[in-house]
């Protein structure tokens, strides 16, 4: 059983760095594919950053490339998204997301489970 809990959101300026963490309490973790979705006021979730089960492959939607990371710990059931250059068009919701057929190029369909989501909001 896969069950996905988000944190390290919060209110943060222009500018400013944030990670985020989610931690899987199953016993399945690297059996998945992971990925961070995101989903602002009026507007539907698009896809953040993802990573493969090793870690070793990852893939960044066009507006966070140079600016997110995307890594994992597989011994910690962890996936993190290091944020930094924080812009006003970053605030939302973000999603973790576990995938146990999805690769790193799927779309949100692709994706089994979801965390809460975390609430990011970044001031100009």
């Known amino acids: 059983q896969v069950q996905l809990v988000e944190s390290g959101g919060g209110l943060v300026q222009a500018g400013d760095s944030l990670r985020l963490s989610c931690i899987d309490s199953g016993r399945t973790f690297s059996s998945y594919t992971m990925a961070w979705f995101r989903q602002a006021p009026g507007k539907e979730r698009e896809f953040v950053a993802s990573?493969?089960?090793?870690?070793?492959?990852?893939n960044y939607a066009d507006p966070v490339k140079g600016r997110f990371t995307i890594s994992r710990d597989n011994a910690k059931n962890e996936v993190s998204l290091q944020m930094t250059s924080l812009e006003s068009e970053d605030t939302a919701v973000y999603y973790c997301a576990a995938g146990w057929a999805a690769t790193i190029y799927g779309q949100a369909t692709n994706y089994d489970y979801w965390g809460q989501g975390t609430q990011v909001t970044v001031s100009s």
């Open positions: 990573v493969s089960r090793s870690g070793v492959r990852t």
